[in-house]
C-alpha cells in the first residue's frame, strides 16, 4: 500500500509534547495502512487489531524519540511491521512451527486450483505472505527485512522465490520455469 | 534448454541477474512470459483493496496517553526540583558581587515558585478529574515551564558571570506560569468541590 500521507511538521512537534489531539489525528492519518500492513501479514482480524493498538501504545511511548529523519509513515511502518513479526514468531513458537512451512490445520492447495490472488496470497504461510508483502508492496530492500526478522539476507531471497513459486501454482500459471 | 529458475526472474526484476539469466532471457519467449507473470502478480498485490479495521482502537491508545501524560508530569515536577536545587547551588557559591539587587530578585523568584510547586502538589495533580478545556489548558502550561526549565538548564551549564538577568528573568516567567497553573488547579478543584 502506497501511503502518499504527508504530516506536518507542527503536528509531529505537538504530539511530541503529548498533546491529545495531535496524538489522535496521527492515529487517524495511519490507522488504516498500519491495519493494512498488519493484516496482510498475519492471519487473523484480532491480530491486525491487536497489532494496530500495540503500535501505536509504541508510537505514544516513543514518538519523542523520532527526530525528523525520513517520512513518520517510515518510522510508523517499521514499529508495526517488528510488532506483526514478534507476534508471528510468538504464534510458530508456541505451535512449535517451523518459520516457512505452511500453517498446521491449513489443508494444502493443489497447484492449478485458480484462486484469486488475495486467496493465495492468504494460503501462503505467516513468513512467507510478510516476506512477499514487504518486499513487493511495501517496498522494502531484503537487507531490512533481514534485519527486521533477525535472519540471514538469503533467508528473505529463499522465502520470496518459494512464496512467488506457490502463488504461481495457486493461481495456476502453468507449469514453473 | 534450461530456463530460468523463480530465483533468476525475481533477480532479473531487481537488476541483480547472472549473465545466463540476462542472455537467456532475450532469446527464450517462455521465461519472458514468466517474467511478465511476475510482475503483474505483484502489480495485482499492490492493487489489492486496502482493509481497515472494524473496531475503534483510539480509545485504549487515548488512554495510554493520558497514562504517558501523568509519567511525564511526574518526571518534569522531579526534574524541577532539580533544577532548581541545583541553581541555587550554583549562586550560593557565586560571588557577591555581581550585583545584590539582581540576587535578591532571583532568590525571591525561585522562592516563590518553590512555594507554588508546593501548593501544586497539595492538589494532587495526578488524580484530579479535568475537563479537556482545563487539562488543555494545564498540558500547554506545562509545556511552556518545561521549555523555560529547558533554558534555566542550559544556563545552569553556562554558569556566566553575566547571566543573572538572564536568570532572573526566566525564573520570574516560570513564576507567573505556576502561579496560572495553580490558579487552573485550583478553580477546578473547587469547582468540582474538593
Known amino acids: 500500500m502506497t501511503v502518499a500521507l504527508a504530516v506536518p511538521d507542527v503536528l509531529v512537534a505537538r504530539a511530541q509534547a503529548g498533546d491529545e489531539a495531535a496524538l489522535e489525528a496521527l492515529f487517524r492519518a495511519f490507522e488504516t495502512p498500519v491495519y493494512n500492513l498488519a493484516r496482510r501479514m498475519l492471519r487473523t482480524t484480532e491480530d491486525a487489531e491487536d497489532v494496530l493498538q500495540e503500535t501505536f501504545l509504541e508510537v505514544v511511548k516513543s514518538i519523542r524519540q ?13 514499529i508495526a511491521a517488528t510488532k506483526a513479526l514478534m507476534r508471528i514468531r510468538r504464534e510458530q513458537l508456541r505451535a512449535a512451527e517451523p518459520l516457512d512451512q505452511e500453517p498446521a490445520g491449513r489443508p494444502a492447495m493443489h497447484v492449478g486450483a485458480n484462486l484469486d490472488l488475495e486467496r493465495a496470497f492468504e494460503h501462503l504461510s505467516d513468513t512467507s505472505r510478510s516476506v512477499v508483502w514487504l518486499h513487493d508492496v511495501e ?39 | 534448454m534450461m530456463h530460468c529458475t523463480v530465483e533468476d526472474l525475481l533477480a532479473l526484476r531487481a537488476g541483480e541477474a547472472s549473465v545466463f539469466a540476462r542472455t537467456h532471457i ?28 472494524s473496531r475503534d482502537r483510539w480509545p485504549v491508545v487515548q488512554t495510554a496517553v493520558r497514562v504517558e501524560r501523568t ?39 525561585k522562592q516563590q515558585s518553590a512555594t507554588l510547586e508546593d501548593e501544586l502538589r497539595r492538589y494532587d495533580v495526578d488524580g484530579r478529574v479535568l475537563s479537556g478545556r482545563a487539562a488543555t489548558l494545564v498540558a500547554e502550561l506545562e509545556d511552556r515551564i518545561a521549555v523555560i526549565d529547558g533554558d534555566l538548564a542550559s544556563l545552569g551549564e553556562i554558569k556566566a558571570q553575566a547571566l543573572d538577568a538572564d536568570l532572573v528573568k526566566l525564573w520570574q516567567q516560570r513564576v507567573d506560569l505556576m502561579r496560572e497553573l495553580v490558579t487552573v488547579r485550583v478553580t477546578r478543584a473547587r469547582y468540582v468541590g474538593l
Open chain 2, 71 to 109: 509519567r511525564r508530569r511526574r518526571v518534569w515536577s522531579a526534574g524541577s526540583l532539580a533544577a532548581a536545587a541545583a541553581l541555587a547551588g550554583l549562586l550560593l557559591l557565586r560571588p557577591t558581587a555581581t550585583g545584590g539587587g539582581l540576587h535578591a530578585e532571583l532568590s525571591q523568584a
Open chain 1, 66 to 78: 523520532y527526530r525528523g529523519d525520513g517520512h513518520l509513515w517510515g518510522w510508523v511502518r517499521r
Open chain 1, 139 to 177: 517496498g522494502y530492500t531484503h537487507e531490512e527485512i533481514a534485519e527486521l526478522m533477525g535472519k540471514s539476507v538469503s533467508f528473505s531471497k529463499s522465502q520470496l522465490a518459494r512464496a512467488h513459486t506457490r502463488l504461481r501454482g495457486l493461481l495456476g500459471e502453468g507449469a514453473e520455469a
Open chain 2, 26 to 53: 532475450e532469446a527464450c519467449a517462455t521465461c519472458r512470459a514468466e517474467l511478465d507473470g511476475l510482475y503483474q502478480r505483484v502489480a495485482q498485490l499492490k492493487a489489492l483493496p486496502v482493509l481497515r479495521p
